[in-house]
């Protein structure tokens, strides 16, 4: 079983790699691992979720000595999989995911760009299916659907508790009792963890510079100190 090939910043990596060895897969920190190492790498995964991580442009400097074979697989929170295609001499390895934390629970949604050669999608989508999750496609987008999606509902609902229209649990038991959800907003954005949400909001208003995306200054406080967003 060859291994996968991680890049990233220590605590994104560290998550990655307590999932992947909770499924018997190998991996290898492409940074630290031996250069001749590189060219069994199956899969290459990018793990931070901020497209401006040092990381993320470095793959260029390890792409030469990685199997040439291994899909390189962007962080769709971070950024649309299209814009890692700069940093590489072959773009079109490049494929996408967006998950949402805690690993292991959600749904994987897999994209890829215009210009994705068929080999690695088949690739990628095969080695993907060793984490025993559903795999769902989705068009090329920063945030992909569900992280997009109950990232800016937790970000209203963070807009609401601060300006004062009621208490957390007066906003999710109404999210709860109200529209059916299975948990509170803010229940749900500390299962997920506020840094999480505040990297998906920034990551879509870097790339659609759409003034619709803004943090509220109460998420942004609380994933700054990694503090809960009820009772704190």
């Known amino acids: 079983m060859n291994p996968w090939g991680l890049l990233g910043e220590a605590s994104a990596r560290t998550n990655w790699e307590k999932f992947l060895l909770s499924k018997e897969i190998p991996f290898l920190a492409i940074d630290r691992a031996p250069i001749k190492e590189l060219k069994s790498i199956s899969l290459v ?9 040092k990381y993320t442009k ?8 990685i199997n040439p074979d291994a899909p390189i697989v962007a962080n769709l929170i971070a950024a649309s999989a299209a814009r890692l295609t700069k940093y590489l001499k072959r773009p079109n390895r490049v494929v996408g995911i967006a ?7 959600y749904t994987i ?19 993907l299916k060793r984490l025993e ?6 068009g090329d987008r920063c945030g992909g659907v569900f992280p997009r999606t109950i990232a800016m509902l937790i970000n209203e609902a963070t807009f609401a508790l601060q300006e ?16 059916n959800y299975p948990k509170g907003l803010l229940e749900w954005g500390d299962e997920i963890g506020a840094k999480f949400i505040l990297d998906v909001i920034e990551g879509i208003r870097t790339e659609t510079r759409d003034s619709r995306y803004r943090a509220s200054p109460y998420l942004i406080r609380h994933a700054a100190m990694n503090l809960p967003l009820i009772n704190s």
């Open 164 to 179: 004062g229209l009621a208490s957390a649990e007066e906003l999710d038991l109404a999210m709860k009792f109200g529209v």
């Open 133 to 138: 999750l559903p795999i769902e496609t989705i």
């Open 45 to 53: 995964l990018i793990v931070d979720n901020d497209f401006r991580s």
């Open 109 to 127: 949604e897999f994209a890829t760009t215009e210009i994705t050669e068929e080999k690695m999608i088949a690739t990628a989508l095969q080695e």
């Open 99 to 105: 998950i949402c934390p805690p690993l292991g629970k």
């Open 58 to 65: 470095k793959i260029s400097l390890f792409e030469d000595h």
